[in-house]
């Protein structure tokens, strides 16, 4: 008798919860309510990506460590995932750390490849199947576009530009003048951390975007604060640059 009760029980309960859920027949469901990517943002990284989505030209700027390439990535495959767009379009200038390592062997694509790493890597951060962004370079949804070459192209896809402190202004000025209709280009960059000097003292890539984000009201600029790598990189750079 008393199996009987709770099974009389439990039958009410279904019988309640399907009529109440049948009349919420626009509920969010869980798995809409999931994100679209793997990894989860803070806050001022979703007001990055916020204003990204919103807007045709955004400039992401931080330390290093700050997350600034990553909220980018994040936002490119979320509308690659979403087909919104066909394609993810990276540029930065070919710059190293340092000394230079020489001629570079291989086809154009070949030669750009260890420019491409940074962003691979934080593509892959934001897939919870590690083999997902394989697939998307070699099924041509992810490409490298050496600044060299942007001219004649437009941009009605995403562009990521990244490293901007280490372009030029005429450089920045052809990738901006790229953006087709439909189109994003986002600019990442830290003038903290910039490997070329200007001999006529003119202002580098970055910078001119900050400028044109001031007097353009529909480019937009945030800079992110937050530190995400290991504490000692964050007393580093205190030390390195100030607050």
């Known amino acids: 008798m008393r199996l009987e009760r709770k099974l009389g029980s439990l039958f009410a309960y279904v019988l309640v919860t399907k009529s109440l859920y049948m009349r919420e027949p626009n509920r969010e469901r869980k798995s809409e309510i999931k994100s679209i990517n793997a990894l989860q943002l803070n806050e001022e990284q979703k007001e990055a990506k916020r204003l990204i989505v919103e807007n045709q030209i955004v400039i992401v700027t931080g330390r290093a460590g700050s997350g600034k390439s990553l909220v980018c990535a994040q936002a490119a495959l979320d509308f690659l995932k979403k087909k ?39 593509l892959i951060k934001c897939c919870s199947d590690k083999n997902e962004v394989p697939k998307l370079i070699e099924d041509g949804k992810v490409k490298a576009l050496p600044v060299q070459f942007i001219r004649g192209k437009t941009i009605d896809d995403i562009l990521i530009v990244e490293e901007a402190q280490n372009l030029t202004k005429g450089e920045m000025l052809a990738i901006l003048t790229r953006l087709g209709k439909s189109g994003k280009i986002v600019i990442n960059g830290d003038n903290e951390q910039t490997d070329i000097k200007s001999l006529t003292g003119e202002i580098n890539g970055l910078s001119y975007a900050i400028e044109l984000s001031k007097k353009i009201e529909e480019i937009k600029w945030i800079k992110l604060k937050e530190n995400h790598r290991s504490d000692l990189v964050g007393k580093i750079l205190e030390y390195e640059y100030g607050k």
């Open 84 to 122: 919104q767009i066909s394609c993810i379009y990276n540029t930065r200038a070919a710059i190293e750390v340092g000394k230079s390592l020489g001629f570079l062997p291989g086809a154009l694509s070949e030669k750009f490849d260890p420019y491409m790493e940074a962003l691979i890597e934080n």
